[in-house]
């Protein structure tokens, strides 16, 4: 019988079959942890005596609650308050009892949970991923079928190295054409997010399929599947392939020599089989889409950078355009900016930083507007050194700071002030998300640092040509 | 967790769709490493203003929980994030059921997990309960059925092993842990 892509990775993993009265008993190959979401697991573990089962299939990393401003070795984090500071404290204890490995302050892996685990390799084709983290559908981009869960099932995982499952519907999203010049993965995902609606995808594990996801590279895939949770869904997962391939080899937990050949053997399997049934299907070409930016408090108000602002259709896109003070007719293309932020698993990679430089570079930005850039990774925070970004960054005026989650979620102490307008590479509008009463728009690193250096929500296409010195 | 069933209450209406689970409990109340007390951050802020001021305009003014303990809200109910902690203040604050045309799914799983009854009803259901707030509810998890005063009662889903949890209490951990040698079974198999 023909089966699609999720259902060959489901079918692998299912160690017990669902029955009318239990779900289905899925193993879990890799179970990420960052300390927001598990020290009540730990404790729940701990109370019963249980232990972790399998730590070698276990990764931490502390990204939440870290602060970003730079501190010098031996002495304390600046954490942003003492509850800050006792969740990260406690990941360091229970996974130094668990023998966990643990990317902690010392480690130079150090980074927000999704881009940590495939820059380390450990994310890997066909594998079932999870963590307390509704953003894990980011590691979908391997071909892996990846979710997140909550505290209680982070229990689970830890005790068991399994999960209690009932088998998702699945979705196809099938995006044909090519992008023009400007418009990135960020554009794609949040113009299908506009298309399906916050709900399109509640039930479903989504597979994006075509030509303009192939032509992807691995970042780009990353911030489509990442943004998956945005519509709902439980999932996103695209196929692997030579790009796939490409990323993964030579990284630090990816197989090699021999094993690396039948990994690749294996994983050049892992496709929907071309007469696969799906639940739910659509189509979308890309062709004609322009930057896109939302206007309102849920990720699903895209519209074109050149477009004006719909008007309301039920009261709770009336509610959306009142906290975010702007009017149904107004182009969004000029409103003011006061704040931005380039940062966050959808877009705090090498080529999301590169692309926001390539903005920036040679501009000011206004004594009106502050910038904060916050690479995902020690890693990334590097290579974008090596590159000479960071200079770029800071001749504009912008603040470079340490990895970690930072404004995408503004509980380590960065965040906005309440009214300001903050265009935010990050994958969340909702309502005070980056602080009580802050306006997100969300955007692409172009399209933020084009904002940044405008004081307004810019197309970077308009910005006019400088003379790069 | 909440044990008894069936209960009756009366209902809370939210006029609201999409309710996020950052609404329910905002990101920075999630400093803490326990699961209790969370019930004070529940919508905290739709409820409080910067200034830790009662706000004015608060959408939960008038809900008390000891009477109004069945929340009954607009379309996509939970979206968002996965934190646990959005069921974990709901139940503190009091609430013992979500009542929606639609429940986002990690917050259903959730809410399921801790006796958070998640609720979808049919849409006639759905509209009536909406227009009609402090609506007397009688839910009985056995026969997983919905009692409205005034109005029809309807039949709701609740995976079953969800349900067998919640009516004999017990801890799904445990049946997870009884399938020990199937799962070793199944990594001895495929090393
Ligand atoms: S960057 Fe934002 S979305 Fe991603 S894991 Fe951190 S808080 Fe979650």
């Given at each position: 019988m023909s089966r699609s892509l999720f259902e060959k990775v489901w079918d692998e993993h299912q160690v017990c079959a669902e029955t009318d009265d239990t779900p289905a008993i899925l193993y879990i190959d890799l179970h990420l942890v960052h300390e927001v979401t598990s020290p009540q697991a730990f404790s729940a573990l701990d109370a019963k005596g249980l232990?972790?089962?399998?730590p070698d299939r276990t990764l931490a990393t502390i990204d939440h609650s870290t602060p970003t401003l730079p501190f010098h070795k031996g002495m304390s984090p600046p954490y942003a308050s003492d509850a800050n500071a006792a969740q990260v404290e406690r990941l360091y204890a229970n996974t130094a009892h668990h023998r966990i490995e643990l990317h902690g302050w010392e480690s130079p892996h150090r980074g927000v949970v999704h881009v940590i685990g495939p820059e380390l390799g450990a994310t890997q084709p066909g594998m079932t991923i999870v963590c307390g983290d509704s953003h894990t559908a980011t590691h979908g981009a391997f071909g892996a079928l990846a979710f997140g869960i909550g505290t209680t099932e982070v229990g689970h995982v830890l005790a068991t190295q399994c999960l209690l499952q009932r088998k998702p519907k699945s979705m196809r999203i099938h995006v044909s054409g090519q992008p023009g010049p400007g418009v990135s993965a960020k554009d794609i995902i949040l113009a299908i997010i506009a298309r399906i609606g916050i709900d399109g995808g509640t039930g479903h594990v989504i597979e994006y399929t075509g030509e303009a996801i192939e032509a992807l590279d691995m970042e780009g895939r990353m911030t489509l599947c990442n943004m998956s949770i945005e519509a709902g869904a439980r999932a996103g997962l695209i196929a692997p392939d030579q790009t796939t391939f490409d990323y993964l080899q030579g990284r630090p937990h990816a197989p090699s020599g021999a094993e690396w050949d039948e990994a690749v053997a294996h994983w050049s399997d892992l496709r929907s089989d071309p007469d696969a049934q799906f639940d739910k299907m659509v189509e979308i070409n890309i062709d004609a889409l322009k930057p896109v930016v939302t206007w309102g408090t849920a990720p699903d108000t895209g519209i074109a950078i050149d477009a004006q602002i719909p008007p309301p259709k039920t009261a709770s896109d009336a509610k959306a355009l009142d906290y975010m003070q702007l009017q149904a007719g107004q182009d969004i293309a000029g409103a003011k900016v006061d704040r931005v932020f380039i940062g966050s698993c959808t877009n705090s990679r090498l080529n999301d930083l590169r692309a926001a430089a390539s903005v920036m570079k040679g501009r000011r930005i206004p004594a009106s507007v502050t910038a904060l850039v916050v690479p995902g990774s020690v890693i990334v925070k590097r290579q974008a050194e090596d590159e000479g970004l960071d200079k770029v960054f800071k001749a504009a005026g912008a603040e470079w700071r340490e990895a970690g989650c930072s404004m995408c979620i503004a509980m380590n102490g960065d965040k906005g002030a309440p009214g300001e307008l903050i265009v935010s590479t990050s994958n969340r509008n909702f309502?005070?998300?980056?602080?009580?009463g802050v306006r997100t728009v969300l955007a692409s690193p172009a399209v933020a640092a084009a904002a940044a250096v405008t004081g307004q929500i810019t197309d970077p296409a308009k910005l006019k040509q400088v003379a790069h010195a | 967790m909440p044990e008894t069933y069936p209960f009756s209450s009366r209902s809370f209406v939210l006029h609201q769709e999409n309710i996020d689970t950052d609404q329910i409990i905002p990101a920075r109340f999630l400093t803490t490493t326990s699961q209790a007390g969370l019930g004070r951050y529940a919508f905290h802020d739709w409820r409080f203003d910067g200034n830790g001021m009662p706000r004015n305009?608060?959408?939960?003014?008038?809900?008390?929980p000891h009477t109004t303990s069945i929340l009954v809200t607009g379309r996509n109910f939970g979206c968002g994030s996965s934190r646990e902690h959005a069921p974990w203040a709901l139940l503190d604050f009091g609430f013992r059921a979500v009542i929606s045309n639609e429940i986002a799914d990690i917050f259903h799983s959730n809410a399921a997990k801790n006796g958070l009854l998640p609720i979808i009803a049919p849409q006639s259901a759905h509209a009536w309960l909406m227009e009609h707030p402090g609506a007397g509810i009688h839910i009985d998890l056995e026969s997983q059925t919905v009692e409205i005063d005034g109005f029809d009662s309807f039949h709701f889903d609740i995976e079953p092993f969800a349900k067998h949890c919640l009516i004999e209490n017990t801890d799904p951990l445990g049946f997870l842990i009884s399938k020990m040698d199937e799962i070793k079974r199944y990594e001895e198999a495929r090393a």
């Open positions: 232990k972790v089962r399998r309502e005070g998300r980056q602080g009580p | 305009d608060n959408p939960l003014s008038g809900c008390d």
